[in-house]
């Protein structure tokens, strides 16, 4: 009791004492030096505490996921909320352009963000637009892909995994009472499915980045799952998208969407498709975990499982391998040092333990920092960190991820992605529309060399 006794005296004692200081500086802070009489001089006196210095920079991210954007924007304000010298202008904007494309722009322009979440990692790098990762912040990743023996990312979480996400009570009055194995009783649940009367899955074609759920699915399993450098191998022309296995992921893509996608998928949009799966619409979405969030907003009593989408095999291939993304520092900031120091202090915030816990949690992120960070998992994002965790599991990374030698042309994805889309429109013929694939391919390397 003694003890307890003087340290509540020590702590009084101190808080006290501290008052008294603080007091003290209040008097010269404003000026007031205290009685003459008491024989205070101003060299007596302790000298005002400098301010901090008013540092302002700009920042963008990409904002397709409602989650993942407020749970950015929540760690911006609270990090200038503890931060007042310190002013981030959020320039992110909401569009059905790709990423990449926006961010083209903003460079086109001059608004090219001081801080940046990169994805085309490599693209501006070679431009000479960003900048290397401060060597003291590498540290706290526990993996940080590099670029041409560089490393420019802080990367934000690692590569989710698209899956299955399903409506429970849909599965249950199709009569489906197992999880599908293999690709084949994947499409025999989509065929029961169809037999009640709801659309089997909901897709958000009018954003082009949706597009690439499935595409990169069946090339997954039919492709890059066999060969990871497949990609450079078709730069080199030693492999074609006319060869088997390009043909036979488009093939089962456009069944896919001929026989079991909603019709108006193609003026969808991604963040459209929440509500259509709670509302009975559709029974499934192909989609990752940040959309997990969403779903519960719409509606929370909604109930819903998630699944990795097996191959013919029964084998499980998902997006999964890091790759070279994250927040970034323009090459152009990188030049200012309060800018630099104010967006290290921005990046060492995101990632401390308890403010991004709080981003993990709302976003369904899997963490990329080495020290480890505990946050609540939903019963569905307790199924992705498995899926992650499970050595049998192949991971891999979608058509536009690839970097060195397996980078594919900038702007090869989004025509891609819509050449895939009139492929069902137009019910075309996939061995034809690969082989258009093939000639853009070319143009487009034969273009960038120049």
């Not at 083209?104 to 001081?114: H, S, W």
């Not at 023996?149 to 009055?173: D, E, H, L, M, R």
């Not at 899926?387 to 025509?415: C, H, T």
Request: aromatic share 12%; charged share 25%; glycine share 8%.
């Amino acid at each position: 009791m003694l003890k307890k006794s003087m340290t509540q005296l020590f702590v009084l004692v101190l808080a006290f004492t501290l008052v008294l200081t603080a007091c003290g500086a209040n008097n010269v802070g404003n000026g007031n030096t205290g009685n003459k009489n008491e024989g205070t001089t101003p060299e007596s006196t302790t000298p005002a505490k400098e301010e901090a210095k008013q540092v302002e920079f700009t920042i963008g991210y990409a904002t397709g996921d409602p989650a993942t954007k407020k749970a950015v924007a929540d760690s911006i304000k609270a990090f200038t909320d503890a931060n007042p010298n310190i002013k981030i202008v959020d320039v992110s904007e909401g569009t059905s352009s790709s990423y990449l494309d926006w961010l083209k722009t903003k460079d086109a322009v001059g608004e090219f963000p001081d801080l940046v979440e990169m994805r085309d990692t490599e693209i501006f790098a070679k431009a000479g637009k960003i900048a290397e990762l401060p060597s003291d912040l590498t540290d706290l990743f526990s993996k940080t892909p590099e670029v041409n023996g560089k490393v420019y990312n802080a990367p934000i979480t690692f590569n989710a995994p698209q899956g299955i996400i399903y409506s429970k009570k849909a599965y249950a009055n199709a009569g489906i009472t197992e999880l599908p194995k293999t690709y084949g009783e994947f499409l025999e649940a989509q065929e029961k499915l169809k037999a009640t009367g709801i659309t089997p899955i909901v897709v958000g074609g009018k954003d082009i980045f949706h597009m690439g759920f499935w595409l990169n699915k069946f090339l997954i399993d039919e492709v890059y799952v066999k060969d990871g450098d497949w990609n450079s191998k078709r730069t080199a022309k030693t492999v074609s998208f006319t060869d088997a296995g390009p043909v036979q992921a488009m093939t089962d893509y456009k069944e896919l969407f001929t026989k079991y996608v909603d019709k108006g998928w193609l003026s969808t949009a991604d963040n459209q498709t929440a509500s259509i799966l709670v509302s009975g619409k559709a029974a499934q979405l192909f989609s990752g975990p940040w959309m997990f969030t969403q779903i519960k907003e719409a509606d929370p009593s909604f109930e819903f499982g998630y699944y990795a989408l097996p191959d013919r095999a029964g084998g499980i291939n998902v997006i999964g391998l890091p790759s070279p993304a994250g927040w970034t520092l323009s090459a152009e900031a990188a030049k200012d040092a309060d800018k630099t120091e104010a967006m290290k202090s921005f990046i060492r915030f995101f990632f401390s333990k308890e403010q991004y816990s709080q981003y993990l949690k709302a976003a369904n992120g899997i963490p990329s920092t080495k020290e480890e960070v505990i946050y609540e998992a939903t019963e569905q994002m307790q199924e992705v960190l498995k899926i992650m965790a499970d050595p049998n599991v192949k991971k891999s990374l979608a058509i536009n991820n690839w970097w060195g030698e397996n980078q594919i042309p900038p702007q090869f994805r989004n025509w891609f992605y819509k050449l895939m889309q009139d492929l069902v429109l137009k019910d075309g013929n996939v061995a034809e529309y690969m082989g258009k694939a093939d000639v853009e391919y070319d143009t487009q390397v034969k273009a960038n060399k120049q």
